[in-house]
Nanobody
């Protein structure tokens, strides 16, 4: 059974930092592209970042580029999202997702497995 469990969310002041973690089990982690997405109340789900399984190729949404960094530890089956210089507009539920479709993608439908999400709230 595949499980993705996010942690590390919380309340932070604007300009602060948080590091999200997504621990996985039940899949061959190093073969999967891992993505982070977010959804704010009343808004559509938004791509945040991905990191490929092979080579660790990364990509970021325009709104987080230069502030967020994705990384993975294949030995721990865990993907991370370091979020710096947080803004109020970063407030959302953050989800990690896993894709084994052989290609990287910014599209949520390309990801087969999802975590339950972790709330990030940035106060201004």
């Amino acid at each position: 059974q595949v499980q993705l469990v996010e942690s590390g969310g919380g309340l932070v002041q604007a300009g602060g930092s948080l590091r999200l973690s997504c621990a996985t089990s039940g899949l061959t982690f190093s073969y999967y592209t891992m993505g982070w997405f977010r959804q704010a109340p009343g808004k559509e789900r938004e791509f945040v970042s991905y990191i490929s399984g092979i080579g660790g190729v990364t990509n970021y949404g325009d709104s987080v580029k230069g502030r967020f960094t994705i990384s993975r530890d294949n030995a721990k089956n865990t993907v991370y999202l370091q979020m710096n210089r947080l803004k109020s507009e970063d407030t959302a539920v953050y989800y990690c997702a896993a894709s084994h479709r052989g290609r990287v993608s910014r599209v949520g439908q390309e990801y087969e497995y999802w975590g339950q999400g972790t709330q990030v709230t940035v106060s201004s």
